[in-house]
C-alpha cells in the first residue's frame, strides 16, 4: 500500500509558475514509477507526465512539453511538478498516481495508488 499526499497548488495568473509535490508513504517509493495526470470539471482525466523509478526518464503530454518538468527525489519519498508560462487551458485539479509497472503508462487505469489531488487555477 501506497499513501500519496499532493500540495502546492494555487490561484496563479497566466505566464506563473507552480511547483506541485507529491509526498509518498507506505511501501518503498523508489519501486514505483509515478505519474502526474490532470482533470477539468466535466473532462476526463489525462496524463500530464511520467518518471521512471531512477528518474532517468521521464515523458510528457504534448500539451505541457517545454514548460512543465516532473522530478522526484527518492531520499525524500517525494515526486515534483515544476510548471512554467502557466496558461488558463491548465487549470485543473493534479493528481500523482504510482504504477508498479516495469514500464510506463500514459492510461490512468495502469496505476495503482492516487492521491486526493490539488487545485491548479491560471487566470488570464
Known amino acids: 500500500q501506497v499513501q500519496l499526499v499532493e500540495s502546492g497548488g494555487g490561484l496563479v495568473q497566466a505566464g506563473g509558475s507552480l511547483r506541485l509535490s507529491c509526498a509518498a508513504s507506505?511501501?518503498?517509493?523508489?519501486?514505483?514509477?509515478m505519474g502526474w495526470f490532470r482533470q477539468a470539471p466535466g473532462k476526463e482525466r489525462e496524463f500530464v507526465a511520467g518518471?521512471?523509478?531512477?528518474?532517468?526518464?521521464?515523458d510528457y503530454a504534448d500539451s505541457v512539453k517545454g514548460r512543465f518538468t516532473i522530478s522526484r527525489d527518492n531520499a525524500k519519498n517525494t515526486v515534483f511538478l515544476q510548471m512554467n508560462n502557466l496558461k488558463p487551458e491548465d487549470t485543473a485539479g493534479y493528481y500523482c498516481?504510482?504504477?508498479?509497472?516495469?514500464?510506463?503508462?500514459?492510461?490512468?487505469?495502469?496505476?495503482?495508488?492516487w492521491g486526493q489531488g490539488t487545485q491548479v487555477i491560471v487566470s488570464s
Open positions: 498516481a504510482a504504477r508498479a509497472g516495469s514500464t510506463g503508462s500514459r492510461r490512468p487505469n495502469m496505476y495503482d495508488y
Open positions: 507506505g511501501r518503498t517509493f523508489s519501486l514505483y514509477r
Open positions: 518518471i521512471s523509478k531512477s528518474g532517468g526518464t521521464t
